[in-house]
């Protein structure tokens, strides 16, 4: 089972890749409710539809590309919060971190040890 590291502005966490997986599918199942996505969103999502079927260690969320003004990461954020009631057990760990890396609460890089799991 591969892991991946999701990084935002320079810091970020390592979560298993299912966890990873599990949780874009949550944020993805969120943001399809909408009835009118901005063109970054439908990108976003063509993007992570394709990360939640990797598998191996090489997934990437792209969160510096696609949240490039702070309304994207405003957006974002409160989906993420949102989500996180309706996500499964396998993945709301994952959606924690998620939420306190794109609320600048996270401090942790590539090289920080890993207890946050």
């Given amino acids: ?3 991946s590291f999701v990084e ?3 810091f970020g966490f390592w979560t298993r890749d299912s966890y990873l997986e599990n949780w874009l599918r949550t944020l993805l199942d969120e943001m399809k409710k909408a009835s009118v ?4 969103q439908k990108s976003l999502i063509e993007h992570w539809e394709i990360q939640a079927t990797v598998d191996g ?3 990437t969320v792209k969160l510096d590309e ?8 405003d ?3 409160s989906l993420a919060k949102k989500s996180l009631i309706s996500s499964k057990s396998v993945g709301h760990r994952t959606g924690e971190l998620f939420v306190e890396l794109l609320e600048g609460k996270l401090k942790t890089t590539s090289s920080s040890p890993i ?3």
């Fill in 1 to 3: 089972m591969g892991t």
């Fill in 37 to 40: 996505l901005d063109p970054w």
């Fill in 66 to 73: 696609f949240l490039s003004e702070p309304s994207r990461k």
């Fill in 8 to 10: 935002y502005k320079k």
């Fill in 75 to 77: 957006f974002l954020l």
């Fill in 57 to 59: 260690g090489c997934m």
């Fill in 115 to 117: 207890d946050y799991l």
